[in-house]
T-cell receptor
Framework: DTGVSQDPRHKITKRGQNVTFRCDPI?????LYWYRQTLGQGPEFLTY????????KSRLLSDRFSAERPKGSFSTLEIQRTEQGDSAMYLC?????????????FGAGSRLTVL | AQRVTQPEKLLSVFKGAPVELKCNYS??????LFWYVQYSRQRLQLLLR??SRESIKGFTADLNKGETSFHLKKPFAQEEDSAMYYC???????????FGQGTTLQVKP
């Protein structure tokens, strides 16, 4: 499978625990994005990387959230001291330029349920 | 502010009927607009982008800068078109997408 891979697909945790999600982008894509999607809403931008550099963070990304892309390949998104409001689908996407447009390819997502 | 609005949460039509999914945007620069689709139990995938002016699966979308709209149209809906459709705006420097809330298209037999 040469698409974007995310792991785990579903995580159930108790409030206050830490969780980490992993994203493996398409290998030749140098941009990587994290989004959050809650029920009935479109995906909301969290952060993005150009290679290993984190170039933008949304104000949605509180100080309990941290993302890394240490070698410019896979990325991790960690949520510390989870809250029930963190329950959502976390989507990763990587991108490449096609005919003058930056086209994002999404993974299947990691669904977080905080009890 | 950059914003995408999809005014309809649900659009229900009969097979063979025309479909128009509405999308309006707010952006001060030159917009790049996309439609993404999510079929049941599948991941979000690109349907089409305005820059290529293509027709995919019979769908087309025309960018109207005067009305700041990018409506998705199909003359004859098929049952397999039933899905969630998201309109998205690309912020030019970062390439990040700003999504609308999505419209569920339900095509009845």
């Amino acid at each position: 499978d040469t698409g974007v891979s995310q792991d785990p697909r579903h995580k159930i945790t108790k409030r206050g625990q830490n969780v980490t999600f992993r994203c493996d982008p398409i290998s030749e894509h140098n941009r990587l994005y994290w989004y959050r999607q809650t029920l009935g809403q479109g995906p909301e931008f969290l952060t993005y990387f150009q290679n290993e550099a984190q170039l933008e963070k949304s104000r949605l990304l509180s100080d309990r959230f941290s993302a890394e892309r240490p070698k410019g390949s896979f990325s991790t998104l960690e949520i510390q001291r989870t809250e029930q409001g963190d329950s959502a689908m976390y989507l990763c996407a990587s991108s490449t330029w096609i005919s003058g447009a930056n086209v994002l390819t999404f993974g299947a997502g990691s669904r977080l349920t905080v009890l | 502010a950059q914003r995408v609005t999809q005014p309809e949460k649900l659009l229900s039509v009969f097979k063979g009927a025309p479909v128009e999914l509405k999308c309006n945007y707010s952006y001060s620069g030159s917009p790049e607009l996309f439609w993404y689709v999510q079929y049941s139990r599948q991941r979000l995938q690109l349907l089409l982008r305005h820059i290529s002016r293509e027709s995919i699966k019979g769908f087309t979308a025309d960018l109207n800068k005067g009305e700041t709209s990018f409506h998705l149209k199909k003359p004859f809906a098929q049952e397999e078109d039933s899905a969630m459709y998201y309109c998205a705006l690309s912020a030019s420097n970062t390439g990040k997408l700003i999504f609308g809330q999505g419209t569920t298209l339900q095509v009845k037999p």
